[in-house]
Structure formats: structure tokens, C-alpha cells
């Protein structure tokens, strides 16, 4: 594992790469203290502009982006209130109660500090379990690649906010999506509409900008609150013998709550955080302090989202299975470039597999010596109107689109599924969980039509073996569980304050 280790110190340490690994780290925390923009929005506006990189540096990049929102999200949460991602929801309730004391320096350096050691710790996993992970994933058929495929599915839905029913109709529609196009065992077309520009399917880039970046911008325009620019004063950053002495079990028990919720489908950082902070709550000997800017409860929570930010990867790239919409977009990026998603990735391209991990951790020390002496101008960006702002995204976004296929119809497809994005936002159904559909939908269909080929049609080949029968029958039992009305209240109250 070291020699790989090595080997992917190697590739990411190149000059060019060092650049685009702080580049996705800046925007990542740019992102992470606008509100209303979103790591799925600025991926999915990028992902055009990554056909002329190298395919490591377009994945540094991105993966920057992913893991430095986490981090920047809670630089507004604690200096106004105002948290820039979900994950950093629960980060208001004490952060900002301690920058009102004085302390706001001091929640900073904390977010920071925990996020880098689970960051750290979180690629130290990822490191490991990868040729472990690959090693079985090679011995994978398609019946079990089909098994592994809807139990992933099925666990994006159960694990992840909102209604479940609205985000069980999110995935079947994204896999129908995601079907659109020329049948590749018969020729046949199917869900084109009769437009010869849909023969050859719904470009991922089209789907991804129209919903994220469109449906995102014109709903937060739409619904958006002027934020009061006053800020709580930033003293002192560093913490005391006494903080770190309270923060240092939480930031233990945060990175492995969101180490191990990071692997999970549809677990994702947002419900990591949660956790975090409810177990904090109720192991602290003081639990009256929460709410009011107990330490505790920003670094369990910060730890646990960096940390569940980087394992998220784990099944990303040892087995080609996105668990969350960001993943499926990291997946995206891989296909633009040609490179099949898979536990093959790491023979066949060891310097991308190892040079993005590395890249990981070099990205995560740019957070922390890169961030804390620019606090003040990323609050300062806050100030800037969102009608300035957001022209020049739908602009970028545009020519994106267009310059991935030179074809107009992109772009009025593009704004179609922009429309579809606000009237989900409207309907309060979640768009996530489409993207995992309809990047999904494909590999299900293919794999599928493989198992029943070699088992000359039989049904059966899904339960004669162990190993798809086992997954299928977990899938079976986390369905039982979604209609269960103690399962749903449970779920219900872990988002309660999303």
C-alpha cells in the first residue's frame, strides 16, 4: 500500500495538480459560504470546462470542491448565523452562540482543526480498504454488480431527508432517464419523443446543469432572504488548553460517526452531522450547554461531515457506485473522459486511483493553512448582491453546456430541466435522488440483461447465489422498514431541524 501511496504522492504533487487541488479547495469553500449554490450546482457548471484538463487534475478539482464546501459551510454558520450547506445546519445552533460570547475565533479554529484530523483520517480509510474493496469487486458478475446496484437505491432512499415516497418517484424517473436513447440489445429507440437528437440518450452534463444550476439559482432568487451582512467580531483563533481538552473526544467520535455513514448510500455529510451532534448532546455531562456555545458541539459535528466527505469515495472508486448525487457526478466526470467506473480503475490506472487519493489530504492541509487568514474576505463576499452574482453563472453555464456538444438543442434542454428543477423545488420533491437514478439506471439495465443472458433467462441466478441473494434480501428488508411508522418518525426527527 505504500508504494501506491508513494506512487500517488508522486502524481498529485506535480506542479499543475498542486494548482487545480487548491484551486477545487478555494471554490469549494466559496461555495461552502454562499447559500443557495451548493457543491452539486458548481460541479455540475464545471464539469464542462474538465474535457480539456487531464483526467486526475479535472478529479482533483472536483473532489476539492466536494470536500471544501464542507469546511467553508461553516464559516457563515458561525459568524452569522447563516449556514452556507446543510451539513452545517447543526454547526448555528452552538458556533453562533459562541462567536456571541466573544469566542468566534475560537469556533472557527475548531471547525478547522476537526475537520482536518477527520479529513486526514477519512483518506487514511479510503487508503486502506481500497485494494481490499477491489480485490472482491473484481470477483464481481453481473448478478451481483445488478444485487449490489438496488440496494444502493434502495439505501439512498431510506437514508436520505424528505419524503420517501416522493424520493422513491425521483429514482424511478431518473432511471427511465437515464433509459432514454437507443436500446443496445435490440436498436430499437425508446423515451426520445421522436427527436432524432435523443437517439443517443440524455447527455449527463445537460440533465445535471439544467436541474442543479438552473432550478437551484431561480429558486434561491425566488425564495431568498437578504442576509444582514453584520458579522460577529473574529478575536483570538486559537483555542485554549481547556478547548482542547473538551474538543478532542468529540472530534474522535465525529470522524468515526462520519467515517462509517460516509460508505453508506444516500447517507451522506448532512445526516452525519446530525448524528454527530445528538450523540454529543447525550453523552456531554453537561447537556444544558448545547444551544448555548458548548465546543462540543462544533467539532463532533464538523468532524463528522469532512470525514463521512472523504470516505464517501470508498465505493465511489473501488466499486463504481455513487452513494450520493455528488458522487454520481464525480462518476460523470470519469465517463467524459473515456475512464470506465470500477474496481479496474485501480489496475489499469493506479496514477489517477492513488493520485486522487493522495490528493485528498494535500487538499485538506490547504484548507486549514489557506482558510483561517481569509476569514474575513470570504464573509466579505456576502455582500455581493445575488443579482450580479448569479448571471455570470447561468452565463458560464451556458457556454458549458454548448461547448460539450456544439449542439443548441443542449441548451434548450438544459433550460427544460431547469424549469422541471423549480417545479420539484415547488413540489418539494428532492432532485437528488433522480441523478442516482439515472446514473444508475443504465449500469442496472446492462447488468441485468448480462445475468439473465447467462443464466439462459432465469430469474433464479438472483437467489441461487449467496452473495446477490443476501443484498437483494437486505434491500428487501430496508424496504419493509421505509413503510413502518416507527422507522419514519425516527427519520423524521433526525432531520427535524434541517
Known sequence: MWD??????????????????????????????????????????????TYGLEPLSALIMLAGIYYGSAYGGSTTAILM???????????????????RKGRAGVAIATAAIGSFVAGSFGTLLLAAFAEPLTRVAIGFGPRDYFALMTLGLIGAV??????????????????????????????????TLGLVQLWDGIDFIVLAVGLFAFGEIYSTLASR????????????????????????????????????????????????????????????????????????????????????????????????????????LILGALMIHNIQPGPNVMTSRPELFWGLIASMWIGNLMLVLLNLPLVGIWV????????????????????????????????????????FGVLLKILKFEPAPLVLGFVLGPMLEESFNRALVLSDGSLMTFINSPLPAIMLGLAVVLMLLMVLPRFRANREEMFADE
Open 225 to 328: 432572504e437578504v442576509p444582514d451582512a453584520k458579522t460577529n467580531p473574529i478575536n483570538g483563533l486559537w483555542p485554549s488548553r481547556e478547548d482542547f481538552k473538551r474538543m478532542a473526544a468529540p472530534i474522535l467520535r465525529g470522524t468515526g460517526i462520519g467515517s462509517l455513514l460516509g460508505v453508506l448510500p444516500g447517507a451522506g455529510i448532512s445526516m452525519s452531522s446530525f448524528i454527530a451532534y445528538s450523540v454529543e448532546k447525550r453523552v456531554s455531562r453537561h447537556p444544558e450547554q448545547f444551544g448555548k456555545g458548548a465546543i462540543e458541539g462544533v467539532a463532533g459535528p464538523e468532524s463528522a461531515n469532512n470525514a463521512a466527505a472523504q470516505t464517501a469515495f470508498i465505493p465511489t472508486l473501488t466499486l463504481g457506485i455513487p452513494g450520493s448525487p455528488v458522487m454520481a
Open 380 to 419: 466579505k463576499l456576502l455582500s455581493v448582491p445575488y443579482r450580479l452574482l448569479f448571471p455570470g453563472i447561468v452565463m458560464f453555464s451556458c457556454i458549458g453546456v454548448y461547448a460539450s456538444g456544439f449542439a443548441s438543442f443542449d441548451l434548450y434542454l438544459t433550460a427544460v430541466f431547469g424549469i
Open 81 to 99: 448565523s447563516l449556514p452556507g450547506e446543510t451539513s452545517s445546519t447543526v454547526t448555528v445552533l452552538d458556533g453562533y452562540q459562541m462567536a
Open 4 to 49: 501506491n501511496i508513494a506512487l500517488g504522492f508522486g502524481a498529485a504533487g506535480t506542479l499543475v495538480n498542486l494548482g487545480y487541488a487548491l484551486i477545487g479547495a478555494l471554490l469549494g469553500t466559496l461555495i461552502g459560504v454562499l447559500p443557495g449554490l451548493g457543491p452539486l450546482a458548481t460541479i455540475a457548471i464545471l464539469l464542462p470546462f
Open 158 to 191: 431510506s437514508l436520505a431527508s424528505g419524503s420517501m415516497l416522493k424520493a422513491v418517484g425521483m429514482v424511478v424517473l431518473g432511471l427511465l432517464l437515464g433509459l432514454a436513447g437507443t436500446d443496445s440489445s435490440t436498436g430499437t429507440q425508446r423515451f
